[in-house]
């Protein structure tokens, strides 16, 4: 059973580009989280999602960023105009419809040059 | 204001040692109490987590012990081995709202 995946593992943006990072959740599961974690910290929660649906966004900055979980395909935690403070490892994590335990993805590296 | 507070930020122990990691928080609604472990570069790996119903739990060689009242939480490593040499993080989330609040983590070094 293939655990969470994310990619790219590493991304380099110019300011003001945009980035794109996917993830595709374990098999059977149904509900996604996006975290952002920078150097020498924790974790920050980021969005919460579910198919089609987004449940809980209070960690997302309301500029620029943005989420989805199509019925099909993988989640996208889209980064428009980088900045260089966007800089961080943005981790993907999944859990079942009924279950409270999170798995995490290996991140996507961002740097913002 | 950080709702889920780690200590210490670092550790080094003996091989075989019992490193214990701390966290405190301040909501009570928080009710489910996991316990992750990241190697540099790599995503966090769930370790073990808690409800408050109970007062401690053990998988392996970790064990979390809780204290409703105190409202704080620890992990401790039996037998700690080099290849534990990582760092742990603490988190929480309250019911239905899945987001994970997390402490800051504790970088731990276990000397062979």
């Known amino acids: 059973n293939a655990g969470v995946m994310q990619n790219p593992r590493h991304l380099v943006r110019r300011r003001g580009q945009e980035a794109r990072l996917r993830c595709s959740p374990m098999?059977?599961?149904?509900?996604v989280y996006w975290y952002r974690q920078l150097p020498e910290e924790g974790l920050k929660f980021m969005v919460y999602?579910?198919?089609?649906?987004?449940?809980?966004e209070s960690g997302m900055p309301k500029e620029r960023f943005s989420a989805e979980f199509p019925k099909e395909g993988p989640s996208i935690l889209r980064i428009q105009q980088v900045v260089r403070g966007d800089s961080a490892a943005y981790f993907c994590?999944?859990?079942?419809?009924?279950?409270?335990?999170?798995?995490f993805g290996p991140g996507t590296r961002l740097t913002v040059t | 204001q950080q709702q889920v507070k780690q200590s210490p930020q670092s550790l080094i122990v003996q091989k075989g040692g019992i490193p214990i990691i701390n966290c405190a928080y301040e909501?009570?609604?928080?009710?489910?109490f996991p316990w992750y472990q990241q190697f540099p570069g790599k995503g966090p790996a769930l370790l073990i987590a808690?409800?408050?119903d109970v007062s401690e739990k053990k998988e392996g060689r970790f064990t979390i012990s809780f204290n409703k009242s105190a409202k704080q939480f620890s992990l401790h490593i039996m037998d700690s081995q080099p290849g534990d040499s990582a760092t742990y993080f603490c988190?929480?989330?309250?019911?239905?709202?899945?987001?994970?609040?997390w402490g800051l983590g504790t970088s731990l070094a276990v000397n062979p």
């Open positions: 999602l579910q198919k089609e649906n987004i449940i809980d």
């Open positions: 098999k059977g599961h149904s509900h």
């Open positions: 909501n009570t609604a928080f009710d489910y």
């Open positions: 988190a929480a989330h309250a019911g239905n709202n899945r987001k994970l609040i």
């Open positions: 808690i409800r408050p």
């Open positions: 994590a999944s859990s079942p419809s009924n279950a409270y335990e999170q798995y």
